[in-house]
């Protein structure tokens, strides 16, 4: 009989920390955009997305995968919501990044993903900004206040010339976080209804965990370009669906934008069909124009796909193992 060969595969471990030392926003805007872009082309693809709830510990569970033929990313985020964590000094959100290498199937990299989800939820709404905002946008409309919109202001605030946040979140005594980060950036910041944040901002994000719409489309000037990020689930809603009538829709997957984002309202209702929604991909790739007037309002609904996640992981990886930063095992 012949022996086995024993096979053993340098596996790197990237923690949290490590990646908030190793990953800059430009890392992560670059992945994400060239993801979108491989996305739109079919180069790379996300697979069906399981979430549980496990009847333990009131926990959500479950896994994002996909495959990037032309980045040659491979794996999933496992993870979830585990509303009882903050009272033992946790993350409510718990997530990591297990990446394969494509040519053999083994394990190469096993990346916190915690600090990254933040950080490429960001990266998705600033690509979005980056493509389809107005250039001479200055004033940003931040909807919510919670643990993503830090990042998300400190993002969109590299995409375009902003003088001013204007924010409004449904529970008010969150707004001084948003408005020491905004100062930190030496933007002006005011607490507004909502309302006067749809008269005054030229971009608008949203990040909140919403079931019902925040924004009505009457309060919405022309020329706005919206990034919805906060739907990610069946039944959560931020905005209202008429908007999506009024305005030039975009995605960064289809799919999902129609059953859990913020489209899957509009199209239950019928007030737009899958076919008037176009992947950020096509722009990125320029097989689509893009904004088409500065009149025109574009939204962009951003659901969270999983090769987001896995692209910035493997640049986190990659940079990490590049400076001596891992923790190496074999299997
Ligand atoms: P968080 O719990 O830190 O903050 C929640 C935010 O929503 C706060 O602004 C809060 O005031 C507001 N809020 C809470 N309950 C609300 C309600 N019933 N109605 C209206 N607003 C409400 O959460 P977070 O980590 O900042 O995440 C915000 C949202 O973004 C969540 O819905 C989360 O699932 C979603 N998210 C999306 C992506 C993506 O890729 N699209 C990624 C991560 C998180």
């Not at 491989?38 to 996300?46: E, F, R, S, V």
């Not at 709404?125 to 250039?135: D, F, Q, T």
């Not at 893009?290 to 962009?300: D, K, Q, V």
């Amino acid at each position: 009989m012949m022996d086995q060969k024993v096979e053993t595969q340098g596996i790197v471990i990237v923690g949290e920390e490590i990646c908030q030392e190793v990953i800059s926003r430009a890392d992560a805007f670059s992945a994400v955009e060239a993801v979108f872009g491989a996305m739109a082309k079919g180069d790379a693809y996300n697979f069906p997305v399981v979430r549980e709830a496990i009847g333990h510990a009131d926990a959500l569970y479950g896994f994002k995968g996909g495959f990037d033929k032309s980045g040659l990313t491979l794996g999933l985020k496992a993870g979830g919501y585990w509303p009882g964590n903050m009272e033992k000094g946790l993350t409510n959100h718990q997530s990591t990044v297990c990446l394969f290498d494509p040519d053999t199937g083994q394990l190469s990299a096993l990346v916190g993903g915690n600090y990254l989800t933040a950080l490429r939820t960001a990266a998705s709404s600033s690509v979005s900004i980056a493509h389809l905002a107005r250039k001479d946008a200055k004033v940003l409309g931040m909807v919510g206040a919670g643990h993503q919109s830090t990042f998300q202001l400190r993002a969109a605030a590299e995409q375009r010339d902003f003088e001013k946040v204007v924010a409004w979140n449904p529970h008010p005594d969150m707004l001084p976080r948003l408005q020491a980060v905004a100062e930190e950036l030496g933007l002006a910041f005011e607490g507004v209804s909502q309302e006067e944040l749809g008269a005054q901002a030229d971009v608008i994000i949203t990040i909140t965990s919403a079931f019902e719409p925040l924004l009505m489309a009457d309060w919405i000037k022309p020329g706005t370009h919206i990034a919805c990020m906060g739907t990610d689930t069946k039944g959560k809603q931020e905005v209202d669906p008429v908007l999506f009538q009024r305005a030039t829709v975009f995605a960064d997957e289809i799919a999902q934008s129609i059953s859990i984002g913020e489209a899957q309202h509009a199209v239950a209702q019928g007030l737009i069909a899958e076919g008037d929604i176009i992947p950020v991909g096509a722009v990125i790739n320029g097989t689509h124009a893009g904004r088409a007037s500065a009149e025109e309002i574009t939204l962009f609904d951003g659901t969270g796909v999983g090769l987001q996640d896995l692209a910035v992981a493997s640049v986190a990886a990659r940079i990490a193992r590049e400076r001596g930063l891992v923790t190496s095992v074999t299997l």
